[in-house]
C-alpha cells in the first residue's frame, strides 16, 4: 500500500496561481499517477493525470490552466494551477488512478476567491 500527502493549498485570488505537491510512501513508477478534487457538496473526479511515461490528460475544465508532472525518482506528483477561478476551489488529493489497494491522503483545501 502507498500513502499519498498532499500539501500547497490556500486561499489564491481569481486569475492567481498554486503549485500542489504530493508525496508518495511507495514507489509510484508502475503507476498512473492523478489529481482528483472534491468540491464542497460534490463528488470527488479526476481532474489531471499521467501515464508512467509522462504523457497528461486533463478534463475540459481545466486544460491549459494545470499542469501535471511526476518525479518518480522522488515518489512525488505536482500540480501547477493558472488563471485560477473560483469553481476550482475545492479539497485536492493526489492518488493512483485506479486507486486500488493504495490510501487516500487528507487532501490539501484550495479556495478561490476575492
Known amino acids: 500500500q502507498i500513502q499519498f500527502v498532499e500539501s500547497g493549498g490556500g486561499l489564491v485570488q481569481p486569475g492567481g496561481s498554486l503549485n500542489l505537491s504530493c508525496a508518495a510512501s511507495?514507489?509510484?513508477?508502475?503507476?498512473?499517477m492523478a489529481w482528483y478534487r472534491q468540491p464542497p457538496g460534490k463528488a470527488r473526479e479526476w481532474v489531471a493525470m499521467i501515464a508512467r511515461g509522462g504523457t497528461p490528460t486533463y478534463v475540459d475544465d481545466v486544460e491549459g490552466r494545470f499542469t501535471i508532472s511526476r518525479d518518480n525518482a522522488r515518489n512525488s506528483v505536482s500540480l501547477r494551477m493558472n488563471n485560477m477561478i473560483p469553481e476550482d476551489t475545492a479539497a485536492y488529493y493526489c492518488?493512483?488512478?485506479?486507486?486500488?489497494?493504495?490510501?487516500w491522503g487528507q487532501g490539501t483545501q484550495v479556495t478561490v476567491s476575492s
Open positions: 492518488a493512483s488512478r485506479p486507486l486500488g489497494r493504495n490510501l
Open positions: 511507495g514507489d509510484i513508477s508502475y503507476y498512473v
